[in-house]
């Protein structure tokens, strides 16, 4: 089916000849139909086969199918109900209703210059998008290369945001976009393969699945694993983690691109080998006997290695989402050196750190503010004020950053309750064995933490 | 002595012919500071927000050794 949404209501149409389609085609086909202005949001064929590892596409701007509700297997639930895509058309300028307009405009002002002041939001993001982060965390040792054996290589950079920039630009793509009207970071990109297709967004997450965690160097083959995956709609960081573990298991060899591209494919056709890749890396480890599983939760993990990030490590361990970078995004402080300096391979100050990040964003991600904001909050003192000031205007309350906190606090809450309702135990707060057991390299680094995790949420 | 540098994200502007990423080899002598390879470099303080030895984040009165990696970033941030 697909729900249209405009100013008359909503209605559930037939899906028609997008049923069985990709992100790209279906995009197409819808604005197509539709308008041109509509905004689509849809599953590939991921979604419709009910593969866990599948995720919810939404159109960037230029109408590629690229910007993903990527994590947790939500395509499927999509999928599940029988929905192929949500048509939002909107013919006139939607105007949120807003209590104080003065005021909220006065905020906004000052939020989008505490943004543009920041040298990461105002200037690393816009010019070199996430994969600026490629470089700084292979050179801090804690890149995850060959399914988490190592943590720094050679060829890193060749996959990394500097080298992307410049391909965007050659290819008459873009390096500086935004991924919808309005953003002042723009840290999206609109990359261009050899033969012309335009891809959309190359992010850091999926550069370093498709790319150093496979051994890959190429970044167009990379740039493909991405289309295929957005076509699919297949969630990259799972589906970078999984070909990992594959590789692991002797299925593909690491380094070889167009064996990893050839496995992809698989997943559009249904076969038993695609069944496994949609799945995820979980799944895929049990199916082939692979105890090197980099995986919380069911959920793979991405581009941090735990030891020598350990802040993440924490993060990944605890967050009720399972291994979700975003979740207490600690890189910040490990390595960014932004909101404080803590140690990425001591343990102290980690638990701490991973705890105060994971309450901020939740608050945060119940804004609707994207998360990158978060670099110049953590920064400047007058970033969460600024925040809480906008939504007092918006809605007329007069909420203090104490609230904020408490409202982080207790949306965590409710996840883990939720969890625990579902069967997860502390147990599930762990890493794999793996990490607490391998040294990684340069710094011969292992996980440690085991019941102190148990503490992060002893709020 | 020598240490092998590295600099990102635009840094490789400062050094004539120099390319993100690529090694660069630089002298060094006894004593001789992360603060006095920036000047070496003509790379400007205030630019080298992260300065990493062997991966390790380092102030800029670090004295350098023979071999050492450095890796030198602007302010920078993803995810
Ligand atoms: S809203 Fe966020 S993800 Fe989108 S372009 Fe802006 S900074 Fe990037």
């Known amino acids: 089916m697909i729900l249209k ?42 979604g419709e086969m009910l593969m866990t590892g599948a ?31 949500i048509v939002l058309d909107s013919p006139k300028t939607f105007d949120v209703p807003v209590k104080d307009k003065s005021r909220f405009q006065e905020a906004a002002r000052k939020f989008a210059k505490i943004l543009l002041d920041h040298p990461v939001t105002g200037q690393g ?101 991405n289309y295929i995956c957005n076509d699919l709609g297949l969630d990259t960081i799972e589906a970078g ?12 060899p690491f380094g070889d691109g167009k064996a990893a591209i050839a496995a992809l494919e698989e997943v559009g056709k249904g076969s038993p080998l695609g069944r496994v890749i949609g ?5 895929a480890g049990k199916v082939y006997g692979v105890t090197r599983v980099p995986a919380v939760k069911g959920q793979g993990i991405p581009a941090y290695d735990p ?5 993440n490590g924490v993060t990944y361990a605890t967050s009720p989402m399972g291994a979700d970078h975003t979740a207490g995004y600690a890189v910040t402080a490990n390595i960014l050196k932004v909101g404080g300096y803590v140690d990425p391979t001591k343990d102290e100050g980690q638990l701490d750190l991973s705890r105060n990040l994971q309450i901020a964003t939740a608050a945060v991600d119940s804004t609707g503010l994207c998360l ?88 | 002595m020598q240490v092998e540098v590295r600099v990102f994200c635009g840094l490789e502007c400062y050094i004539p012919g120099a390319t993100f990423g690529q090694p660069i080899p630089v002298e060094i002598t006894n004593g001789f500071t992360g603060r006095k390879l920036l000047e070496t470099l003509n790379i400007p ?16 009165a670090v004295v350098l050794s023979d071999g050492d990696r450095v890796s030198i970033f602007p302010a920078v941030g993803g995810g």
């Not at chain 1, 960037?60 to 990527?70: H, I």
């Not at chain 1, 393969?193 to 999926?206: A, F, H």
């Not at chain 1, 983690?241 to 593909?252: D, H, K, M, W």
Request: proline content about 5%; charged content about 25%.
């Open chain 1, 5 to 46: 949404i405009n100013p008359e209501g909503a209605e559930l149409l037939p899906a028609g000849g997008v049923a069985g389609k990709g992100g790209y085609e279906t995009v197409t086909m819808l604005k197509k139909q539709y308008g041109e202005n509509v905004g689509v949001i849809f599953i590939g064929p991921a």
């Open chain 1, 55 to 85: 995720g919810i596409g939404n159109n960037d701007p230029e109408g590629n199918a690229g910007r993903y509700a990527g994590r947790g297997g939500l395509g499927a639930v999509m999928g599940s109900k029988g929905l192929k895509a």
């Open chain 1, 125 to 225: 993001l816009p010019a070199y998008g996430t994969n600026v982060l490629m470089n700084i965390i292979n050179e801090a040792g804690t890149l995850p290369i060959r399914n988490f054996k190592y943590g720094r290589w050679d060829k890193a950079g060749e996959v990394g945001g500097e080298v992307a920039a410049e391909l965007c630009n050659a290819r008459g793509g873009k390096a500086t976009h935004a991924c919808h009207p309005g953003c002042v970071m723009r840290c999206s990109n609109i990359y261009i393969l050899p033969d012309g297709r335009s891809m959309g967004s190359l992010e850091y997450e999926t550069a370093w699945g498709f790319g150093p965690n496979l051994e890959v160097s190429d970044p167009d083959q990379v740039a493909e694993m």
């Open chain 1, 241 to 252: 983690v999984t070909l990992g573990v594959l590789a692991e298991a002797g299925v593909i």
């Open chain 1, 279 to 283: 799945a995820g890396a979980t799944t």
């Open chain 1, 307 to 311: 030891r020598s990030c350990r802040g």
């Open chain 1, 372 to 459: 990158f904001v978060a670099f110049a909050v953590l920064d400047n003192p007058e970033g969460l004020p600024t925040i809480v000031e906008m939504l007092n205007a918006m809605y007329g309350i007069e909420l203090t950053i104490n609230d904020v906190v408490a409202l982080g606090q207790s949306i965590l809450k409710v996840e883990r309750e939720f969890n625990e309702k579902a069967g997860f135990t502390k147990e599930h707060d762990r890493l794999p064995e793996f990490f607490y057991n391998e040294e990684l390299e340069p710094h011969k680094t292992k996980f440690t933490f085991k019941e102190e995790l148990d503490e992060v949420f002893n709020f």
């Open chain 2, 45 to 60: 303080e205030e630019k080298a927000f992260s300065f990493l030895v062997n991966g390790r984040h380092k102030d800029l």
